[in-house]
């Protein structure tokens, strides 16, 4: 994947927390631990929902908790976009 990929997902799945959560988007970075910030399994069931309909890949709900971390959540899905 290209830069402009893995920003195109930071910037998506930084967005889709940010709605869920109400967090500010420019606090949500790599460190950022998801339920610290309030995600919750509803919001985890919707965010992979909007990842597999824009990228085409399916991604277990359980990821979001499984990664801790927006760094990690990043990468995980960046792997999963790497592995179609």
Do not use: H
Not at 2 to 23: C, G, K
Not at 29 to 52: H, K, N, Y
Not at 63 to 77: H, I, K, S
Request: glycine share 6%; net charge negative; aromatic share 6%.
């Amino acid at each position: 994947m290209t830069t402009a990929d893995r920003n195109d997902v930071m910037t998506f799945l930084r967005a889709e927390i940010a709605r869920r959560t109400l967090a500010p988007a420019d606090q949500i970075v790599g460190p950022t631990v998801l339920i610290d910030i309030g995600l919750q399994s509803v919001d985890a069931v919707m965010i992979c929902g909007e990842v597999e309909d824009r990228y085409g890949i399916e991604v277990e709900p359980s990821l979001m908790f499984e990664y801790r971390t927006f760094g990690e959540v990043v990468e995980a899905v960046m792997a999963l976009l790497t592995s179609r």
